[in-house]
T-cell receptor, first 115, second 113 residues
Framework: NAGVTQTPKFRILKIGQSMTLQCTQD?????MYWYRQDPGMGLKLIYY???????DKGEVPNGYNVSRSTTEDFPLRLELAAPSQTSVYFCASSAGRRGIQETQYFGPGTRLLVL | QKEVEQNSGPLSVPEGAIASLNCTYS??????FFWYRQYSGKSPELIMSIYSNGDKEDGRFTAQLNKASQYVSLLIRDSQPSDSATYLC?????????????FGSGTRLQVQP
């Protein structure tokens, strides 16, 4: 099992450009999450999904979009990149049994720099 | 008040000592609690999960939960330099109806050789 994989590992964007951060998990998990982590800070939830076709906003969704067409993939789209989106982005997944908040497994992260 | 609060540290302990990391949370209905370790430049990895009041031990690690006081802690016995990292507390604020975790800002632990 590869677990949770993310691409790219690092990217530099110019202000106003767009990009998609890829996330794939091979554990057949129902729940998937996108977080951002600014230097010296904790994780802030951007969006999450409880299954294919179902997504919901987290704490800091502005400037981002997601889709979940398959169980395995949960891409994060940045439209019109801004310097405030410079951060490390982590994707995570969990099994998502009904009524239980289970362990989340994290990908290696994507470091994004917007200049 | 932040939903999940941790002292940012750094917490400095000598090698072989007990490190005590603390976390308070705001919501009484929270039921799932996690401690993650994050090395610099790496992704978080699970150390412990705890769901019931009391202590849960796993090797050198003990998680303690007190729901009445809304407090969860992590003890690391016989601390090693390799334990130097940031420790993140995570809670399902909002209980079972909430399908996501809220993370604290983390406590940086330094174990001095």
């Amino acid at each position: 099992n590869a677990g949770v994989t993310q691409t790219p590992k690092f990217r530099i964007l110019k202000i106003g450009q767009s990009m998609t951060l890829q996330c794939t998990q091979d554990m057949n998990h129902n729940y998937m999450y996108w977080y951002r982590q600014d230097p010296g800070m904790g994780l802030k939830l951007i969006y999450y999904s409880v299954g294919a076709g179902i997504t919901d906003k987290g704490e800091v969704p502005n400037g981002y979009n997601v889709s979940r067409s398959t169980t395995e993939d949960f891409p994060l789209r940045l439209e019109l990149a801004a310097p405030s989106q410079t951060s490390v982005y982590f994707c995570a997944s969990s099994a998502g049994r009904r009524g239980i908040q289970e362990t989340q497994y994290f990908g290696p992260g994507t470091r994004l720099l917007v200049l | 008040q932040k939903e999940v609060e941790q002292n940012s540290g750094p917490l400095s302990v000598p090698e072989g000592a007990i490190a005590s990391l603390n976390c308070t949370y705001s919501d009484r209905v929270s039921q799932s609690f996690f401690w993650y370790r994050q090395y610099s430049g790496k992704s978080p990895e699970l150390i412990m999960s705890i769901y019931s009041n009391g202590d849960k031990e796993d090797g050198r690690f003990t998680a303690q939960l007190n729901k009445a006081s809304q407090y969860v802690s992590l003890l690391i016995r016989d601390s090693q330099p390799s334990d130097s990292a940031t420790y993140l507390c995570a809670v399902n604020i909002g209980g079972t109806g909430r399908r996501a975790l809220t993370f604290g800002s983390g406590t940086r632990l330094q174990v001095q050789p």
